[in-house]
């Protein structure tokens, strides 16, 4: 059975490539912002649970005979999504934002056999409070490490970690992209055991 990562992401690639299972990475074939409008009657997470089907469906076609793994990923403060900020000065925004406070970030996979259609679908939420500091530390941390192209304008795998005062989930990877823990019993589930 092969195994088809719905994804772009180097962040998701590296994390898949983890388990030492063969995989190909493809692009979704779904404009995530033109679908955004139509969830935002549902909460954050579920959004996220509904982008991460989007995208494993989305290749489905080009991948008839594969199990495919689509994510999504979406940092949430009092209600509000926090996309990825593109630009600097978005990214001091975000974390001054974030600064001194919790918020949650939601990381959706979902795993489709293509042959039958059978889904099966995980949210995992991680409740991250960052130290209050002040706008020109956060500066220089986005100097540094670059997040832009990061929701929640971070990246805890690098320089980011040093950002926060305590972290609350199930799995760490799931900050990174990919909640490796269900994923991996996910792909066990499916035929494709990291283990065996």
């Known amino acids: 059975m092969r195994l088809v990562l ?27 912002e033109a679908l955004k409008p139509g ?22 076609a080009r991948f008839p005979d594969a199990v495919i793994l689509g994510s999504d990923q979406m940092a949430e403060v009092d209600g509000e999504v926090l996309d990825k900020p593109g630009t600097p000065a978005r990214a ?6 974030l600064a001194g406070r919790a918020h949650h970030l939601h990381t959706a996979v979902t ?58 989930g199930e799995d760490p990877t799931a900050i990174e992209g990919l909640p490796l823990m269900r994923v991996a019993a996910m792909l066990a589930g499916a035929g494709l055991d990291a283990l065996g």
Do not use: M, N, W
């Not at 772009?8 to 995530?32: I, K, M, N, W």
């Not at 001091?92 to 934002?97: E, F, H, I, S």
């Open 92 to 97: 001091v925004a975000q974390l001054t934002r």
């Open 6 to 32: 719905a994804s772009t992401s180097r962040y998701r690639r590296a994390l898949l490539a983890r388990l030492g299972l063969p995989f190909e990475a493809a692009a979704p074939d779904c404009d995530e």
């Open 39 to 60: 969830l935002a009657h549902l909460d954050v997470p579920t959004r996220a649970l509904h982008l991460a089907r989007a995208k494993a469906q989305s290749v489905a």
């Open 111 to 168: 795993l489709l056999h293509a042959p039958t259609g059978r889904t099966q679908e995980h949210v995992d939420t991680t409740r991250l409070t960052l130290r209050a500091l002040p706008p020109e530390a956060l500066a220089r941390y986005i100097e540094r490490d670059a997040p832009l192209d990061c929701c929640g304008s971070y990246r805890i795998e690098s320089l980011g970690i040093a950002l926060f005062a305590r972290i609350e």
